[in-house]
């Protein structure tokens, strides 16, 4: 009687174990990470750039040939502008269907520059408003890359943008840190 006992009981606990590890897990939505390698933009003027997750925003920034640094992945990655007084994005325009669980990229303060700060958004109503996801980031290492992880439990339709914020002229006030921030592999995980 105890052997059947002792048999059922670790029956149990071998089917609990299974259930844990079959429930739904992260998965990354498809052509993520975007790694901006199919994108050209050399001037910072705001415009649109379509890549193979959707069609993606670029406002004071450029996707480019690192001269400086080696990119995450590939031969480019996207760089912010520095001595911004108002905000640059890099920004979906385009909805992703499943929500998200998680979103990874790479950020790296730009070898020539001072540090700089910015926020990761996120709109559920086509980018008409967007609400930050964590705190502001300060990117200061210009030596290599550093990789930024947000889990979120976001529902239904969603898009994500870099906000780098403008901080003003640091070359006019040398209190100002507001270099160049570079931006690669930026992936979006959705609940299976």
């Given amino acids: ?25 992260d998965k990354l939505y498809p052509n993520y990470p975007e790694s ?22 670029l406002d004071n920034a450029v996707i480019q040939n690192q001269r400086y640094e080696t990119p995450v992945s590939g031969e480019y990655a996207v760089r912010m502008n520095q001595n911004n007084t108002k905000s640059a994005y890099l920004q979906m325009m385009f909805d992703l269907p499943n929500g998200a669980t998680k979103v990874e990229f790479w950020y ?3 070898t020539l520059d001072k540090p700089c700060m910015f ?4 709109s559920t109503n086509k980018g ?7 705190d502001l ?7 290599k890359y550093t990789k930024a992880e947000f889990k979120v439990d976001i529902e239904g339709r969603v898009r994500f943008r870099i906000n780098k914020i403008g901080l003003g002229d640091g ?14 592999d930026f992936a979006v995980y959705y609940k299976e």
């Fill in 1 to 25: 009687m105890k052997k059947t006992h002792y048999n059922i009981l670790t029956l149990i606990f071998v089917l609990t174990a299974f259930a844990f590890n079959t429930k739904a897990q």
């Fill in 36 to 57: 901006f390698e199919t994108g050209n933009k050399q001037r910072y003027a705001i415009d649109d750039v379509s890549l193979p997750t959707g069609r993606w925003r």
């Fill in 108 to 110: 790296k303060q730009f």
């Fill in 119 to 122: 926020q990761l958004e996120y």
């Fill in 128 to 134: 008409k408003k967007w609400q930050a996801i964590g």
């Fill in 137 to 143: 980031i300060v990117a200061t290492n210009k030596e």
């Fill in 171 to 184: 070359s006019k006030n040398q209190e100002i840190s507001n270099g160049r921030l570079n931006i690669d």
